[in-house]
């Protein structure tokens, strides 16, 4: 058996439209038994969507219809409502209540996979550059900005007005811990920067990739500040004109071992193995994956990536600059 799941999306961006029309195709894909798209136009007759910002012959609403074969609708409640056809009423599944958050989170992960080849064919073929594949919001499990959804019986038939929906404003600022300004919180302020600021500020800029799910965008980022952050550190506390320390750092094979394991215990007496091997493992990952991206051009284990395994990764490098920092 199957189950119906209707998405609409709020893209970050517009896709340019040769008509103030909709746009709309079947894709054929192995895991759904049907997957439809339609690029909505910014119709101003469609209160939900129009923005009065943009011209109508833009899209900045997708619809997505699929039909996944994974789980079975009459495992839920069935909603049924009468209708008349050919003059005689006839009653009709409808709509499906009571989806686990589970399902939904895991129909939208096999499609914001599929919607994404689709964006990417876009991109390639047309000179909109800005358009970039929708970040799953491993916080609230979604896709895109604003996401409405709803299960249907497979047999229900869907226009483009949702006849249901439950909505999501996808946003990870709200529930990730941090500190907050208070009263006292510019009394320290300081306008001279750290002289290690840049390689934080990347380190910055990988967690906030993370929570987008772009994971390359993670190991690149998280790649210029781990090898910016060990270059600074060395060149701060080499001694010019030591042989040995010159001849170490000539060397370019295994940078990462080099700089934070070799160089380290050269001139600190410990390396990173030695404080923390669990902290180096994390740097040399992200080395590793770094090298895929930059020497072949693809991730070869791109598939064992995860949030959780990135998120402690980035948690072990911030650690373990703080730890050199103190030696």
């Known amino acids: 058996m199957s189950i119906k799941f209707q998405c609409r999306i709020e893209l970050p961006y517009i896709i340019r439209l040769n008509e103030a029309k909709d746009y709309e195709k079947d894709f054929y894909f192995p895991e759904f038994e049907k997957f439809h798209l339609r690029l ?56 499906v209540a009571d989806v686990p958050d589970d399902v939904a989170r895991e129909i939208m992960s096999e499609i914001s996979i599929r919607l994404n080849h689709v964006l990417r064919f876009i991109r390639e073929n047309t000179k909109m550059f800005w358009i970039e594949e929708i970040p799953i919001n491993r916080i609230n499990k979604m896709v895109g900005i604003f ?10 038939e869907l226009d483009r007005n949702m006849r249901y ?7 990870y600022i709200d529930q990730v811990e941090s500190e907050k300004v208070d009263d006292n919180f510019f009394e320290n302020f300081n306008v001279e920067e750290n002289e290690y600021t840049i390689s934080f500020q990347f380190l910055d800029k990988a967690q906030s990739a993370l929570y ?13 500040a781990q090898e910016s952050f060990i270059s600074k550190f060395i060149e701060d506390i ?27 215990k050269c001139l600190k007496s410990r390396s990173l193995k030695e404080i923390n091997s669990e902290y180096w493992n994390s740097i040399n990952s992200v080395y590793k994956l770094r090298n895929d991206i930059m020497h072949t051009g693809v ?29």
Request: contains cysteine.
């Open 40 to 95: 909505l136009f910014n119709d101003i007759d469609y209160y939900n969507i129009y923005n009065d910002k943009y011209e109508e012959s833009v899209c900045k609403f997708i619809l997505i219809e699929v039909i996944s074969k994974n789980y079975n609708y009459k495992d839920y409640r069935v909603n049924k409502i009468t209708k008349k056809i050919e003059g005689e009423q006839i009653e009709c599944e409808e709509s």
């Open 212 to 224: 987008d799910s772009k994971f390359k965008d993670v190991i690149i980022f998280a790649s210029i």
């Open 238 to 264: 080499s001694i010019e004109g030591d042989i040995v320390f010159d001849k170490l750092n000539s060397i370019f094979s295994k940078l990462m071992d080099l700089k934070y394991n070799v160089i380290l």
């Open 299 to 327: 991730l070869k284990d791109e598939s064992k990536l995860s949030f959780e395994k990135l998120d402690k990764d980035l948690s072990n490098i911030r650690k373990a600059f703080n730890e050199i920092l103190a030696l």
């Open 147 to 156: 996401s409405s959804f709803y299960f249907y019986a497979p047999t229900y």
């Open 165 to 171: 929906n439950i909505t999501f404003l996808d946003t």
